[in-house]
């Protein structure tokens, strides 16, 4: 079992940063994939980012180059760096915990934070 507590999120104009970050705890942190999803109004969950038990790192094409995401098994966290952001980025966003080996869609993660909004004013 795995709890997930995401934090940082915010209201920030177009341009601008913000780091996310999701606490773990329950389990040993380092034996789970971990990922971001965000959700807007009226859209589906989407996938932004992940990072694997071992280091191996993917994104969707509409944040590569933009975020960055990365692990500290020390703590117990992950963080989600977001640069350039835009308008198009408000969601809120999810962080997830699974150890399936798709790492892409909502169905490879079996644990869930309950969100923090990010909102980017243009």
């Known amino acids: 079992q795995v709890q997930l507590v995401e934090s940082g999120g915010g209201l920030v104009q177009a341009g601008g940063s913000l780091r996310l970050s999701c606490a773990a705890s329950?389990?040993?942190?380092?034996?789970?994939?971990m990922g971001w999803f965000r959700q807007a109004p009226g859209k589906e969950r989407e996938f932004v980012a992940t990072i694997s038990l071992n280091g191996r790192i993917y994104y969707a094409d509409s944040v590569k180059g933009r975020f960055t995401i990365s692990r500290d098994n020390a703590k117990n966290t992950v963080y989600l760096q977001m640069n350039s952001l835009k308008p198009e980025d408000t969601a809120v966003y999810y962080c997830a915990a699974g150890t399936a080996l798709g790492r892409t869609t909502p169905k490879d993660y079996g644990y869930w934070g309950q969100g923090t909004q990010v909102t980017v004013s243009s």
């Open positions: 329950g389990r040993t942190f380092s034996t789970y994939n």
